[in-house]
């Protein structure tokens, strides 16, 4: 009787999970891709900011608050997950270093933690400054500033206003700072 209630938990958790899986592909199916809802080149790391003539070129008005919206929220999203993995696996090395010397790894960890702040502050300061929205993701590389541009499109003093609070917050150079219009 004992193994009958049991294979009967076993069956019912598996048709749970194969429910759940069924539905999160029924759902996934129907949300498009970043990429397809952006253009590629509007993806943060794959384009930077050229400013030939003074302005960005203009998107079509169609959904551009959603289109906007939806690609900072994937672009906190993606970074916080980054950041989170990192931060997990910095701590796992800390925790089963048990005679080695963890000061290198700490310090790892403080300047992930130190760049999360920086960021954090230079995006409320970007939007303190009348910009719709911002993300700013710090890398090894440099800083890379996407700015939810605005009907205009941003301009080159735009640009150096946005250049100018990123190297008050950080040690950056200009030369590695890239800045980015989302429209």
Do not use: H
């Not at 992930?112 to 702040?117: G, K, P, R, V």
């Amino acid at each position: 009787m004992k193994t009958w209630k049991r294979n009967a938990v076993i069956a019912g958790v598996l048709v749970l999970i194969c429910a759940g899986i069924y539905l999160n592909w029924l759902s996934g199916s129907k949300t498009p891709e970043l990429t397809q809802t952006l253009d590629a080149d509007k993806v943060l790391g794959e384009a930077t900011l050229v400013m030939n003539d003074g302005t960005m070129p203009q998107a079509s008005p169609v959904s551009r608050q959603d289109s906007t919206d939806e690609y900072f929220a994937q672009m906190r999203l993606s970074r916080q997950t980054a950041r989170d993995d990192a931060i997990m696996l910095l701590q796992e090395t800390i925790s089963y270093a048990e005679d080695e010397d963890t000061s290198e790894t700490s310090r790892k960890l403080e300047g992930i933690i130190a760049d999360a702040l920086a960021e954090s502050e230079i995006e409320s300061l970007v939007i303190a400054k009348g910009y719709q929205d911002c993300v700013a993701y710090i890398s090894d590389e440099g800083i890379s500033l996407a700015v939810a541009s605005p009907a205009e499109g941003l301009t080159q003093s735009d640009v150096s206003l946005l250049a100018d609070l990123v190297m008050g917050q950080t040690d950056f150079s200009l030369s590695d700072i890239r800045v980015i219009g989302v429209e």
